[in-house]
C-alpha cells in the first residue's frame, strides 16, 4: 500500500499562513483567493487530524500542534527547495532571501543595498517582511534581521548594532498638554506602547520607579509608532536613525537630554549554519557586518 503524503500545495498554504499570521496576507502572497487558501488549510487539517491554527474572528493563531508540525513543514520545503539540480543551478542566478522588520527594511537596508548590488551584480536579493517577537523560527530565508534580545537557540546569531533609545512628540501635541521639561512630566502624557521599545526600563534609567504602562494604545512597528508621534497621538520611544528625518523636517521633536544607552532590544543577523557555505550568502552577510557595524 503507497504512503500517503500531504499535497504540497497545502504545505505552502499552510507556512504561508503561519508566518503572515494573516490567511489574506498568505493567500496575496500565493496568488489565490482567502476561500482557496483557507480550503487547503482544512485539507491539511483534515489530512492530519489536528487543528493547526484557532481563529478568534479575525485573528488566526497557531495550535500548539500547528506549532511543532510548522518546523517539520519548514524543514520539509526547505530540503525540497535547496536540493541541488544541475540543469536548472548552470541557468539560475545566485540568489539570497533576506527577511527583515518592516522598519529595518525601509530606513536602513533598502537605503544601503544599493552599494551590495554594486559589488555582487550577479547576487539577487530577494527581500521579504517580518513581524519582530512573534514567529522566533527562521522562514524560508537564508538570512533574517531580527530586532530582540539576540537569544535564538541552535541559530547562527550575529550582532549588528544598537543604538539609544529616546523619547519623541510632535509639536502639536505638546501645545495640547503643555511643557514636558523632565521626565517626571510624562505623568501626564499619552505613553504609546510597544513591545519592542518597552517603557520600564528607559523609566529605570531615567530615574523613575514606574511599572510599565498598562493603558493606551500599542503598536508593534516602530515605523507605526513614529506615525502615531507625529501625528499628535502621544509620547513615543525611538532611535536616532528611524527618527532622524522626521526630527530635521519638524513633525517631531526630542524630548529631554537623557537616553537609555543600553535597550534591551538590538539588530541582529540570524541564519542556520549550513547556509554559511554558500558563497552568495558569505558576501551578504559580511556586506551587512562592513555596513551596519559603525552605522
Not at 535564538?152 to 502639536?172: G, I, R, W
Request: glycine share 6%; net charge negative; proline share 7%.
Amino acid at each position: 500500500m503507497a504512503t500517503r503524503i500531504p499535497p504540497v500545495h497545502a504545505l505552502s498554504a499552510f507556512e504561508a499562513a503561519a508566518r503572515h499570521g494573516s490567511f489574506a496576507l498568505a493567500a496575496e502572497e500565493l496568488c489565490i483567493t482567502p476561500s482557496a487558501l483557507s480550503h487547503r488549510i482544512r485539507l491539511l487539517e483534515e489530512f492530519v487530524g489536528e487543528r493547526l491554527f484557532l481563529r478568534d474572528g479575525r485573528n488566526v493563531g497557531l495550535s500548539e500542534f500547528g506549532r511543532r508540525y510548522l518546523d517539520v513543514v519548514r524543514q520539509a520545503l526547505r530540503t525540497l527547495t535547496d536540493f541541488p539540480m544541475p540543469r536548472r543551478a548552470a541557468s539560475a542566478q545566485q540568489r539570497v532571501k533576506v527577511t527583515a522588520p518592516p522598519t529595518f527594511a525601509r530606513y536602513l537596508l533598502v537605503p544601503h543595498l544599493a552599494s551590495f548590488t554594486e559589488q555582487h551584480p550577479e547576487i539577487a536579493v530577494e527581500i521579504y517582511l517580518s513581524v519582530p517577537l512573534y514567529d522566533l523560527a527562521l522562514a524560508e530565508s537564508d538570512v533574517e534581521v531580527r530586532f530582540g534580545p539576540g537569544k535564538y537557540p541552535n541559530l547562527q546569531c550575529d550582532k549588528l548594532f544598537s543604538e539609544p533609545t529616546f523619547a519623541v512628540a510632535s509639536p502639536q501635541y505638546l501645545k495640547q498638554v503643555g511643557a514636558i521639561n523632565t521626565p517626571a512630566d510624562l505623568e501626564k502624557a499619552t505613553l504609546i506602547r510597544s513591545a519592542l521599545e518597552p517603557w520600564q526600563p528607559w523609566f529605570e534609567a531615567a530615574g523613575l520607579d514606574w511599572p510599565e504602562p498598562s493603558a493606551g494604545v500599542r503598536v508593534d512597528d516602530l515605523g507605526l509608532l513614529l506615525e502615531m508621534v507625529k501625528h499628535g497621538h502621544g509620547v513615543g520611544l525611538t532611535r536616532e536613525h528611524f527618527a532622524r528625518d522626521m526630527i530635521a523636517a519638524g513633525e517631531i521633536v526630542r524630548l529631554f537630554d537623557m537616553q537609555m544607552a543600553s535597550p534591551p532590544h538590538s539588530y541582529f543577523v540570524v541564519y542556520e549554519k549550513q547556509v554559511s557555505e554558500r558563497p552568495e550568502v558569505v558576501a551578504f552577510l559580511q556586506w551587512m557586518q562592513q555596513t551596519f557595524r559603525n552605522i
